[in-house]
């Protein structure tokens, strides 16, 4: 029956049925199938149409997800090769553009003291002679070349690197050997020649000025002196051939190894964790153990700082959350708001006051800067007052304990062990109470009996 009734409601739908005569008569007395046939049929073309567009829904919400993501992920690349150009013009610490000294002033613009300077000479290049010792080849000796360069416009810089014999003769031990020194120099790109093993004293050397072509010599003006006199270079003032160069304070080969010898045990650790032997820094056995326990306690205090500013960091977080910003009479400090990743303000704490950083200075407490507001300090801080705390709690516990182990044991606990004890207790637990009359035993009432 209902295969028949579909067919027949599928007929009346597509074709153009007359009314029945009951529809004719007036009659409201529709097929109740029929009714139900039809219900049916818009219920699912409904539900179909629901479906679709709640496919049509999912879709587009997966497609604005994507969208999202695509663009979050197009923001982060492009927020990453932002900071990557960033790094590029200013440094990866943003340390570009401050790595860079002054030019020093050109040489000879003053005459030496007591002295006037020739004019150079016309027509051709100007002969600059700088003689010295150039050891550990450093910023202050290539200054003083660049003086010398570029005192004229068209200048041959001639330097001269005194031998191992004679510098060891007269100003002792080098770093560098003769052919490491004259190969330094040689990779400056103010000098034009160099010459190997130099005279020391340039004025007892006419032959070597007559060779050379020397029109000027560049020095510092300060007296340099030797056996054979006070200011060894005096003659070429005196003849007008001396050029004066400005040093570079601070930047010596005497400055570099006083801080290497300053500072001995910590290159000597340095070596040492690189991988270079004590036999080849010439140390022993005892200064290597020496240093490595000095070391560990430096490692040690370094993680116990560690350890304690995380420390104050968390416990600074937990009363942050805990803390509420609506007590405003509380007698505690006022809270200063900062702001979020998110945009939003939330209140902060300081854990230490500046009192309390004042009696922490022996303990090198790492400043915080300005703009996290002096949080590193006051964590760490704070993180010591804890570790303050939990030792003098650990002291306690340890005294009450080693007190209890020192008392000495009550009378009453006697001398024997666990067992006897555990054997003596019934018989006093039975001893206890009300005693009851003696009962005799029953062999000796007989025997009372007989007699």
Not at 50 to 72: I, L, P, W
Not at 308 to 318: A, C, F, H, N, P
Request: charged fraction near 30%.
């Amino acid at each position: 029956m209902p295969p028949k009734r579909k067919r027949a409601v599928s007929s009346v739908q597509k074709m153009d049925v007359q009314p029945s005569s009951r529809d004719a008569s007036g009659e409201d007395a529709e097929d109740p199938i029929l009714q139900e046939v039809t219900a049916t049929k818009r219920a699912r073309s409904s539900k179909s149409e629901n479906g679709a567009g709640a496919v049509d829904g999912t879709a587009e919400r997966s497609a604005s997800r994507a969208s999202r993501k695509s663009r979050h992920s197009t923001s982060s690349a492009d927020s990453e090769r932002q900071a990557a150009l960033e790094r590029a013009a200013h440094g990866e610490s943003g340390e570009a553009g401050t790595m860079r000294m002054e030019d020093p002033p050109k040489a000879g613009l003053v005459d030496p003291v007591g002295y006037s300077t020739n004019p150079p000479p016309e027509g051709r290049p100007v002969r600059v002679y700088a003689d010295g010792v150039f050891d550990l080849f450093h910023i202050g000796h290539m200054r003083q070349l660049q003086q010398a360069k570029t005192a004229f416009p068209d200048v041959y810089l001639i330097v001269g690197v005194t031998g191992d014999k004679e510098t060891h003769k007269r100003k002792g031990l080098t770093v560098l050997s003769a052919k490491e020194r004259a190969e330094s120099v040689r990779h400056c790109k103010w000098v034009d020649e160099v010459v190997e093993d130099c005279p020391w004293i340039i004025a007892d050397a006419p032959e070597f000025i007559e060779l050379h072509k020397i029109d000027y010599v560049a020095h510092d003006d300060i007296p340099y002196g030797a056996d054979e006199g006070d200011d060894i270079y005096a003659p070429i003032k005196e003849k007008g051939m001396f050029l004066v160069t400005q040093r570079t304070e601070g930047l010596s080969t005497t400055g570099i190894i006083t801080k290497i010898v300053r500072d001995y045990d910590k290159y000597i650790s340095r070596q040492l964790n690189r991988g270079t032997s004590r036999k080849e820094l010439n140390v022993s056995w005892l200064k290597k153990n020496e240093l490595e326990i000095k070391r560990n306690m430096i490692e040690l205090r370094d993680s116990i700082k560690t350890n304690w500013q995380t420390t104050g960091q968390e416990l600074g977080k937990d009363l942050r959350q805990f803390w509420q910003s609506s007590r405003p009479a509380s007698p505690a400090r006022t809270p200063t708001t900062e702001k979020t990743e998110d945009g939003a303000k939330s209140p902060t704490f300081t854990t230490a006051s500046p009192s309390a950083l004042s009696r922490l200075n022996h303990l090198d407490i790492p400043r915080g800067s300005p703009a996290h507001g002096g949080r590193e300090s006051s964590d760490f801080t704070a993180g010591y007052n804890l570790g303050l705390i939990g030792g003098v709690r650990s002291w306690m516990a340890r005294s009450r304990r080693n007190l209890n182990d020192s008392r000495p044991d009550s009378p009453d606990s006697g001398e024997g062990s666990s067992d006897e004890r555990s054997v003596k207790e019934p018989s006093r637990a039975q001893s206890r109470g009300r005693r009851g009359k003696q009962v005799e035993p029953v062999d000796a009432q007989m025997e009372d009996r007989t007699q």
